[in-house]
C-alpha cells in the first residue's frame, strides 16, 4: 500500500520490507546492519518494540536496541521515522507507562519525527483488527497507511538519493 502511495505521488522511492513477523528490537538490532549495507537507504523506517513489550522485556533493553539502530541508521546516511507503539495493559500501569515513554524520548533525544501511535483509530476498532485484537487486518492497512503518512511525507524527496529505498 505504501509502494502504490508513493509511486502515484511521483516519489521514486522503492520500499523494502525488512522486518521479521514476531520481531523483537533485538533481533531487528541484529540483522539491521545488513539491511543497511545491503539496501543503502536514505529513509528507515523504523517500527519495532512491540514484541518487547508483549513479552515483558526489559524496557532499558529495548530503549537502547532502538536507539542503536537509530545511530546505525544515521550512519548509513539515513533519515529515521520513528513509530510509537503502545501495548496492552497486561503488565501494569507502570511497565505500560515506561514502555510507553521511549518512543517520545528518543525521538526528543535525536530529534525524529515521531508518529505517536501506529494503530492510532485502528487498535481499538474490531473491523480493522485480526482476532487476536494485536494486529491489523486488510483493511486495517489504510488507516495505518493515513497515521504514519503526515510524518513520512514531508521526509519524502521527488529523487532520493542512495538508490530509492
Known amino acids: 500500500m505504501l509502494a502504490q502511495r508513493l509511486h502515484a505521488k511521483g516519489y521514486g522511492y522503492q520500499v523494502v520490507n525488512a522486518s521479521e513477523s514476531g520481531e523483537t528490537s533485538g533481533g531487528g538490532l541484529e540483522r539491521l546492519?545488513?539491511?543497511l549495507e545491503l539496501h543503502k537507504p536514505s529513509l528507515v523506517?523504523?517500527?519495532?518494540?512491540?514484541?518487547?513489550g508483549l513479552r515483558a522485556l526489559p524496557v532499558a533493553e529495548t530503549r537502547a536496541n532502538l536507539e542503536r539502530m537509530v545511530?546505525?541508521?544515521r550512519t548509513a546516511g539515513?533519515?529515521?521515522l520513528l513509530i510509537g507503539i503502545r501495548i496492552p495493559p497486561n503488565y501494569g500501569p507502570r511497565y505500560t507507562a515506561e514502555f510507553e515513554r521511549v518512543f517520545p524520548e528518543l525521538a526528543n533525544q535525536y530529534h525524529l519525527p515521531l508518529v505517536p501511535f501506529l494503530l492510532?483509530?485502528?487498535?481499538?476498532?474490531?473491523?480493522?483488527?485480526?482476532?487476536d485484537g494485536l494486529h491489523p487486518n486488510a483493511r486495517g492497512e489504510a488507516p495505518v497507511l493515513e497515521n504514519v503518512w503526515p510524518w513520512l511525507e514531508p521526509l519524502l524527496d521527488k529523487k532520493p538519493k542512495n538508490g530509492g529505498s
Not at 492510532?120 to 482476532?131: H, I, R, S
Open 78 to 80: 539515513a533519515r529515521v
Open 45 to 52: 523506517i523504523l517500527e519495532l518494540g512491540a514484541n518487547d
Open 71 to 73: 545511530k546505525l541508521a
Open 120 to 131: 492510532d483509530k485502528v487498535a481499538l476498532n474490531g473491523e480493522l483488527m485480526q482476532a
Open 33 to 35: 546492519p545488513r539491511a
